[in-house]
């Protein structure tokens, strides 16, 4: 069992930054894949960044170069650092956990979920 909080979201203006975190506790984390999704009204949840207990990245293609997944073991945590953020990055950001080893992009991959946190970009 896993149990995932974020924290972290907020109302930013366009070109500032936001840091999310994620708190897992359970004694095998370091063994998941650990992921951040985002959702908005009407979509189904959409893979951002994802990060593999080898430490392995992925990034959707527009947070490139401007997000970042990190993960610390020992405090048993996954963070998204984002910066210059655009009037298209809002949404509900969940962390996810996935026990195989593979990084899927798909929701129905990942174990699971914490509650999510908004992020909104002001114009």
């Known amino acids: 069992q896993l149990q995932l909080v974020e924290s972290g979201g907020g109302l930013v203006q366009a070109g500032g930054s936001l840091r999310l975190s994620c708190a897992a506790s359970?004694?095998?984390?370091?063994?998941?894949?650990m992921a951040w999704f985002r959702q908005i009204p009407g979509k189904e949840r959409q893979l951002v960044a994802g990060?593999?207990?080898?430490?392995?990245?992925y990034y959707l293609n527009s947070v490139n170069g401007r997000f970042t997944i990190s993960r610390d073991n020992a405090k048993n945590a996954v963070y998204l650092q984002m910066n210059r953020l655009k009037p298209n990055d809002p949404g509900v950001y969940y962390c996810?956990?996935?026990?195989?080893?593979?990084?899927?992009?798909?929701?129905?991959?990942?174990?699971?979920w914490g509650q999510g946190t908004q992020v909104t970009v002001s114009t």
């Open positions: 996810a956990a996935d026990r195989t080893e593979r990084l899927s992009s798909s929701p129905e991959a990942y174990d699971y």
């Open positions: 359970g004694r095998t984390f370091s063994t998941y894949v």
């Open positions: 990060i593999s207990w080898t430490n392995k990245t």
